[in-house]
């Protein structure tokens, strides 16, 4: 049972939708995991309970599975599981972050080669405790609430499907975000995902796809899950709010990614623009006939007429008529409010979005 006096301050920006706390914890999982030895290869089972969680999380400060190694999570009910994660999971860092998994009660369960033991790491080092029920698992947090933002199933996207397939939600630290995956030109694939400087708080968790399959549905359908990113250039919110990060591993086809064009251009990109995000860290939305483009600095500001943005949505991209990414999500003019996304939508406010074109001198060595 973890000890929630050790809990961990990250003092998240109030634009990063807090959705968990993050306590800390000293747990060597072979040496206190439950093991059944076998005559070639030997499995570990160690729950972890978090009382009042909807879902738990966890970080790794060391972490190297072995090449025939297999880690799964779960819940106590075997309702739902991560993994199977193995040697491909590991990364120069030596760390590694989950996803949420539902339930306040988990089973870790790690499956290894007995001549392989002398060789793994794995230690705890953080278990996040979702209050939230981020992913809905619990099917509560969506009903009664009134959202001016559409779901990128409703026919306002049918023209930006691939940029959909482009943005993602990006956890760590408690809090959430939105982000893109951009392209370089090289045109090689490589994971990287812009969003916010106030959103990056080290190693993340990406969830692709979280969205729904119909244009009023409050539930997503399938979505995927990455772990393990890295920093590679972040600026600062009071003056260039951008951070571009890599994830450790490739992006598999299967996930149908996208990976989105950008403009560096200072010119401005007029009112045919469209926002993608995940506002209050729900399933994808649409927001769209904007107004009053300006430049204010590093920031181009304006409003949408349909939609809003709201905390979760920050480092989100928006794109310009030739469906190029030219900001990320930054501030909105006004102040935070309850219950999200209600109270947002009975306002009219402009929304701040970093430029693309002001990050360009800091990124241009990855894109």
Known sequence: TIDHSNIINNNLHPMVLKYANEYSVDINVPHLATKIERANESTYYLGIESPGAMALAFIFDEFNLTENTKLFIYDEEKSMHIGSFNSKN???????????????RVIIELTIPNIELIDLQLHM???????????NFHGERTSNRTDCNDNVACSSADDWGDQVDAVVLVSGGGGVCSGAIVNNTAFDLEPYIIYAAHCNGG????????????CSGNNPGNYNTMSGTQTLAVGNFNNNDYA???LNNDIPSS?????????????????????????????????????????????????YSSGRVIPGSSGSPFFDSNKRIRGMASYIYTDYCSPAPDCYCSQSYYHGYAKFSSAWNNIDDYL
């Not at 590694?96 to 998994?101: E, H, K, L, N, S």
Request: proline share 2%; net charge negative.
């Open 90 to 104: 590991n990364n120069p860092s030596g760390t590694f972050t989950t996803a949420v998994v539902k339930s306040a």
């Open 125 to 135: 080092s953080i278990v996040t405790h979702d209050f939230l029920d981020l992913m």
């Open 203 to 214: 190693s993340s968790t990406v969830y692709f796809n979280y969205q729904s399959n119909s």
């Open 244 to 246: 571009l990060i890599k």
């Open 255 to 303: 996930y149908g990614a996208y990976y989105a064009g950008w403009n560096r251009s200072t010119s401005s990109p007029g009112n045919n623009v469209v926002g993608i995000h995940h506002a209050d860290g729900d399933i994808k939305k649409i927001s769209y006939d904007a107004y009053g483009m300006g430049s204010s600095g590093n920031w181009w500001d304006f409003a």
